[in-house]
């Protein structure tokens, strides 16, 4: 099975900061990359499809670029709602593979 | 609007059984792939299963293959999850989560609910 590694599992960043996450798959994975992220006690929200599409609604802040085994998500100026988890998924697959998380933390 | 409300959760006993239920509403349900996520208390998503629009396909993971079993009635407009012989790391908040295109590719998400296994 393919696996999914997120990096850094943690970071702390201020008010207005770029922030940067990256995901690696074992094997290629094409563009098959979603993103989503996660407020505590609420449920999961898709940012970024297909490695780089942004979901409707979602803050033209947030970017994803990768293609094969490297992926990144990231935030040009973070916004005091961003801090969040956000976890990488892979796509298309009948497995659908999710990243261990980056917890983005105010510093 | 686009809704899905998760229920059925609770406390449970290793080796014992209960159903999970995911009410839709404001979308076509029966058009659409649906999938149960899971994450236990402070730890990473998990994808759990899938079922396609018609209930025809399904898929598991490893760690649930075999005693759990997805399905959904789309003239209800439910989708399920049948949990059989749970253990201790079963406990989770269970989230229902519809696929758009198939590709799981989540959006949007119920709000979940929690399963605890515990004696």
């Known amino acids: 099975d393919i696996q999914m590694t997120q990096s850094p599992s943690s970071l702390s960043a201020s008010v207005g900061d770029g922030v940067t996450i990256t995901c690696r798959a074992s094997?290629?994975?094409?563009?098959?990359l979603n993103w989503y992220q996660q407020k505590p006690g609420k449920a999961p929200k898709l940012l970024i499809y297909d490695a780089s599409s942004l979901q409707s609604g979602v803050p033209s802040r947030f970017s994803g670029s990768g293609s094969g085994t490297d992926f990144t998500l990231t935030i040009s100026s973070l916004q005091p709602e961003d801090f969040a988890t956000y976890y990488c998924?892979?796509?298309?697959?009948?497995?659908?593979?999710f990243g261990q998380g980056t917890k983005v933390e105010i510093k | 609007e686009v809704q899905l409300v998760e229920s059925g959760g609770g406390l449970f006993q290793p080796g014992g059984s209960l159903r999970l239920s995911c009410a839709a509403s404001g979308f076509t349900f029966s058009n659409y792939w649906m999938d149960w996520v899971r994450q236990a208390p402070g730890k990473g998503l998990v994808w759990v299963s899938r079922?396609?629009?018609?209930?025809?396909?399904?898929n598991y993971a490893d760690s649930v293959k075999g005693r759990f079993t997805i399905s959904r009635d789309n003239a209800k407009n439910t989708l399920y999850l049948q949990m059989n012989s749970l253990r201790a790391d079963d406990t989770a908040v269970y989230y229902c989560?519809?696929?758009?295109?198939?590709?799981?590719?989540?959006?949007?998400w119920g709000q979940g609910t929690l399963v605890t296994v515990s004696s």
């Open positions: 989560a519809r696929d758009p295109s198939g590709t799981n590719t989540f959006d949007p």
């Open positions: 998924q892979r796509s298309h697959s009948s497995l659908g593979t």
């Open positions: 094997q290629s994975i094409s563009n098959f």
């Open positions: 079922i396609n629009s018609d209930g025809s396909g399904v």
